[in-house]
């Protein structure tokens, strides 16, 4: 009896030690499932990390890619220093870059074109810049309009409007003005001045004063008080003492005469540069005739010099100095017009078709100049309202946009990292919990069944 409840006893003992060591087995095997869940969503939350450094990479490139299409107004271009100064359109900010031999200049089209096609005052864009803040190319925008030759203007500086032609544009206080390569004040534009000019829909960016002007200064003019003085055949101006006049820069022949007196010399007037005359040079031997040849059109036209009938069949004999023409055509009507004398000879032709044109359109020119003097305090106040709305609506839209983008970020990155973090605790934490309590009920049920199993045995 004591020998079969010895080996009993050892049975027993060798079968609770199995059943423990494969119930351990079981706990550890269900530790280690639920401990093998937290690595995963960590390395979840590493992916997201990466794929989130990768778009902020990529949107690093797209915004890079877009700075390269920003349009630049040439500031300064400095040949000793190989250095460009730009002005950002789109905000007004200056930056400089180097340029060097290797820098491409490329008209609008991309084609190559001469470094000296681009200069201070031209719209660009640029390409990237090297370690030594080198640019690899400059281009001439194709975002932008240009008109070249514009003579016929008028800028109001209290609206902050240049009407070009007929039609009206704006400008800010980033506007960039020049003449030969140097900034200049937009006040020193004149009516006699030919300009390039560069804008963005109905915003103008950029001037510049192909074709300036300059000053004649007149000295010694008692003897010619009165008279005239010609200046290329198209400015004629009555003398007054000391007088200046303003010329768009050019080489003229000038002629002033008075009273028999007068002569006629080349003058050149540069760009923002006075011209001195002195009329004592101009009077010589007086006083002094001229012969003026007139040759009228169309036939049957009649000529009256200073009230008389002349007869153009033969040169006229004048004394130098102004004289009233008058110039009847039965198909034209009658004109007038004003002749300086001033030399020898010279020979005039009077058109009366051209002439009467000309002075249409002159009339409908002064006739459109008052109107919209009288109406410009309207338009431009319906305009600028456009303008602000514009403006204001783009600025909201932008603003609106970017707003978006960043609450979208935001909420996104916020609620990734809530669900991540909470989810996964919450996860951790039941699964945790959960194996815990079923590996311990396990056990004490089966250590339960083990003991009554002793108790049978051993009775």
Request: charged letters at 25%; one cysteine or more; aromatic letters at 6%.
């Amino acid at each position: 009896m004591k020998y079969r409840r010895k080996h009993g006893i050892i049975f027993v003992t060798i079968l609770i030690g199995m059943l423990l060591t494969a119930g351990c087995g079981k706990a550890k095997e269900s530790n280690v499932t639920v401990g093998n869940k937290v690595p995963q969503l960590d390395t979840s939350t590493e992916t997201s990390k990466k794929k989130t450094k990768g778009s902020d990479k990529k949107q690093e490139s797209e915004e890079k890619t877009e700075e390269k299409k920003d349009v630049y107004i040439v500031y300064r271009i400095d040949d000793e220093t190989q250095t460009i100064r730009l002005q950002k359109v789109k905000n007004g900010k200056f930056s400089e870059y180097g340029i060097s031999d290797a820098t491409a200049y490329r008209d609008k089209y991309g084609e190559f074109t001469s470094e000296g096609n681009i200069t201070e005052g031209s719209p660009v864009q640029i390409g990237t810049a090297n370690q030594e803040g080198k640019l690899s190319y400059i281009q001439q925008s194709d975002q932008v309009w240009e008109q070249d030759n514009v003579g016929k203007f008028s800028i109001d500086e209290e609206k902050n409007m240049i009407v070009i032609g007929k039609t009206k544009y704006y400008y800010d206080d980033s506007l960039l003005v020049f003449l030969d390569g140097e900034q200049i004040s937009l006040d020193t534009i004149t009516g006699n001045d030919k300009l390039r000019v560069a804008g963005m829909d109905k915003k103008i960016i950029s001037v510049n004063v192909t074709s300036g002007h300059g000053f004649i200064v007149l000295t010694h003019t008692d003897l010619f008080e009165g008279g005239s003085i010609s200046i290329g055949g198209k400015h004629i101006y009555k003398i007054e003492k000391d007088m200046n006049v303003e010329i768009p820069e050019g080489t003229y022949q000038v002629t002033a005469a008075n009273d028999g007196y007068g002569d006629t010399k080349e003058v050149t007037v540069k760009r923002n540069e006075t011209t001195v005359l002195n009329l004592d040079e101009y009077k010589g031997e007086g006083p002094k005739m001229g012969k003026v040849k007139f040759i009228l059109q169309p036939e049957g036209t009649q000529l009256s010099i200073d009230g008389k009938a002349a007869d153009v069949s033969q040169p006229v004999e004048l004394k130098y100095g102004t004289h009233k023409l008058t110039v009847t055509s039965e198909k034209y009507g009658t004109l007038t017009r004003k002749l300086v004398v001033g030399s020898a000879e010279s020979e005039i032709t009077i058109n009366m078709g051209t002439e009467a044109k000309k002075d249409k359109e002159a009339e409908k020119k002064k006739s459109s100049t008052t109107t919209n003097s009288s109406s410009t305090g309207t338009n431009s106040s319906t305009t600028n309202s456009l303008n602000n709305k514009k403006s204001s609506s783009s600025a909201n839209s932008s603003t609106g946009t970017t707003s978006t983008k960043k609450n979208s970020t935001g909420s996104t990155g916020s609620s990734t990292k809530k669900s991540t973090s909470e989810n996964s605790g919450s996860t951790t934490k039941k699964s945790t919990g959960t194996a815990g309590t079923s590996s311990t009920s396990t056990d004490n049920n089966r250590l339960k069944q083990i003991s009554d199993f002793i108790s049978t045995i051993l009775d």
